[in-house]
C-alpha cells in the first residue's frame, strides 16, 4: 500500500513539473511575440527620420516655401536639412534625379514610408513636392512664369463703370502675381492704340499678359466671366455700364421713376423696385419718387394708363441689358417711348399688399411667384 501510494505521489509531481515547464515554455514564447509585436508597434509611431532638401530658385519672388518647410519640421523629425543653391552640383544632380520641372524645390528622404504627404510624390527614394504655384522658375528653360502684367484702361468720366483696378486686386488676393499694373484713361493716345490693337469694344477693360496661364484655375473663371484670347494676351471688357470704345457714349445708364400711394399705409414699400434692379445688375444713374395723388402722379397714371400703386417706371437705356427685354413680359410692358411699366404685381410674390386704382380697394397678393422670378437668365442656358 506504502509502495503503491509513492508511485502515484511521483507520478503526480512529475506531471505537475511538465505541465509547469510546458507553461513556462508557451509563456516564454508568447512574451517573445509579445515584445516583437511591441517593438513592431513603437517602430511604426515612431517620427519618421528625414533629411529635408530644399532648393533655392534665381527668383526672389517665387514660390514661398517657408510655410511648408514649418510644417515639414512640426511634423517630422528632421535630422539633417541641406538647403542647395540652385546651380550647386548637388542641386543639378538631385533635379535630374527626382525629375523636377518647377523651383523653388522640396524633397524628403530618409523614413519616408512612414509618410503621406499632401502634394508629395514618391520618386525613387525621395517624397518630391508637386505643390510648387506661380510664380516659378521653369527649370528646362529658366523663365521665371507667372508674373503677370496688366494694363487697365478706365474713363473717369464714367462713375457708374466698374473699376478694373478692383479687379485686379481681387486676382492678387486670390494668389496672382502681379509686376506691374499700368492704369491709363480712355482718353489718353496709348488708350487709342492699345484698344485699336485688340479690337475692344466696351470700356472699362484690362489687358493680362500671357502669364495668366499659371495660374488655370483662374484663369478658367475669367474666361468664364468674357475674357478673351488676343493674340498671346487676355482682354476682359467690362459688362453694363460700359462707354463704347468708338463712339465714347456712355451705354446702361436708366432712370427709376417710383410711383408711390401716400394714402395706403399697408401698401408695399415702393423702394422695393430699386433693391430688385440693383440685384439684377442695372446701373440707376437717378432716381425720383412721386405719390400717386400728386401733378406727376397723376400725370403718369394717365400718361400709361397705370390701374395699381404702387409701381416703378424705368427709362433710359435699358436697351443695353439684353437679358432684360426677355424677362420683362413677366413683369410689365414696353411703351412706345421706349418705357419700362410695371404692372405685373404677382411676381413680387404673395403677402404684396397694393391699391386698385379703379376701386380704391386695397388687395393682397395671393398668387404664387411666377415662374423664374424677375431675375436674368442663367448665362449659357
Avoid at 517620427?47 to 517665387?62: F, H, N, Y
Wanted: proline residues 3%; charged residues 25%; aromatic residues 8%.
Amino acid at each position: 500500500m506504502t509502495q503503491t501510494f509513492e508511485k502515484v505521489l511521483f507520478f503526480c509531481v512529475g506531471l505537475l513539473v511538465a505541465v509547469i515547464l510546458v507553461n513556462s515554455f508557451f509563456l516564454a514564447s508568447s512574451a517573445s511575440k509579445l515584445n516583437a509585436r511591441l517593438n513592431e508597434v513603437n517602430e511604426l509611431t515612431k517620427p519618421a527620420e528625414v533629411e529635408l532638401l530644399t532648393i533655392s530658385s534665381i527668383c526672389m519672388d517665387c514660390y514661398n516655401l517657408t510655410g511648408l518647410t514649418s510644417g515639414l519640421r512640426n511634423a517630422l523629425r528632421i535630422v539633417k536639412e541641406s538647403p542647395l543653391s540652385r546651380n550647386s552640383v548637388d542641386a543639378k544632380e538631385a533635379i535630374k534625379q527626382y525629375e523636377i520641372k518647377k523651383l523653388p524645390a522640396v524633397i524628403i528622404k530618409g523614413d519616408v514610408g512612414k509618410i503621406s504627404a499632401q502634394n508629395f510624390k514618391n520618386i525613387d527614394d525621395a517624397l518630391v513636392f508637386q505643390g510648387v504655384g506661380a510664380p516659378y522658375e521653369d527649370v528646362l528653360t529658366g523663365a521665371i512664369i507667372g508674373k503677370v502684367s496688366a494694363i487697365v484702361i478706365g474713363d473717369e468720366n464714367c462713375k457708374e463703370c466698374f473699376d478694373y483696378s478692383n479687379a485686379v486686386d481681387s486676382l492678387k488676393a486670390g494668389g496672382v502675381y502681379f509686376k506691374n499694373v499700368e492704369e491709363i484713361d480712355f482718353s489718353s493716345t496709348k488708350a487709342n492704340e492699345i484698344i485699336n490693337k485688340y479690337s475692344i469694344k466696351k470700356i472699362p477693360a484690362v489687358i493680362m499678359s500671357t502669364d495668366l496661364k499659371a495660374y488655370p484655375a483662374i484663369l478658367q473663371s475669367l474666361i468664364q466671366a468674357g475674357a478673351k484670347e488676343a493674340g498671346s494676351d487676355y482682354v476682359l471688357e467690362s459688362n453694363v455700364p460700359y462707354v463704347d470704345a468708338s463712339t465714347g457714349e456712355t451705354r446702361g445708364l436708366v432712370e427709376l421713376t417710383l410711383l408711390s400711394d401716400k394714402g395706403c399705409a399697408d401698401c408695399y414699400d415702393v423702394k422695393l423696385h430699386g433693391q430688385i434692379l440693383q440685384r439684377m445688375g442695372l446701373a440707376v444713374s437717378g432716381e425720383k419718387t412721386f405719390d400717386a395723388s400728386s401733378t406727376e402722379g397723376k400725370e403718369l397714371i394717365e400718361k400709361y394708363t397705370i390701374t395699381s400703386v404702387p409701381t416703378s417706371i424705368i427709362t433710359g437705356d435699358v436697351d443695353a441689358y439684353d437679358f432684360f427685354k426677355q424677362i420683362w413680359t413677366q413683369a410689365g410692358s414696353i411703351e412706345e417711348d421706349g418705357a419700362y411699366v410695371f404692372r405685373h404685381l404677382s411676381v413680387l410674390g404673395p403677402g404684396i399688399k397694393y391699391k386698385d386704382l379703379k376701386t380704391g380697394k386695397i388687395i393682397e397678393n395671393k398668387q404664387p411667384e411666377a415662374p423664374g422670378g424677375l431675375e436674368p437668365p442663367v448665362e449659357g442656358a
